[in-house]
């Protein structure tokens, strides 16, 4: 579980990343999914049923010191874009696959 926490979480910075470099605005929204899910305030209490491409077994292979050091440094980059979060401008955002067009504030 927690190679997957820290895998989505890093995978998200990135494109919080892409969304602080970004030059042009999209001005599309959320799909009606991500729209009930950011109201909702999270997922709901069911099984979700990923596509076959993106439902690959967590790697259970890394040590307890190698989760440690992954969620540390998840932690801290996290840290360094929430202090850069209110300086970015709304309107740059990444396409997401399920939930349509994210900014870094959802």
């Known amino acids: 579980m927690y190679d997957h926490i820290i895998l ?40 979700i049923r990923l596509p076959n491409e993106m439902n690959a077994p967590p790697n259970n292979s890394d040590s307890k010191e190698d989760l440690k050091i992954g969620m540390e440094e998840m932690i801290d980059r996290l840290e360094h874009w929430e202090l850069k979060l209110s300086l970015m401008n709304p309107d740059y955002k990444v396409k997401h696959g399920g939930f349509g067009w994210l900014n870094d504030f959802g």
């Open 8 to 47: 989505v979480a890093q995978e998200y910075l990135d494109r919080v990343e892409i969304c602080a470099v970004s030059t042009e605005g999209q001005f599309l929204g959320k799909t009606p999914a991500g729209v009930q899910l950011f109201k909702d305030g999270g997922f709901p209490p069911i099984k």
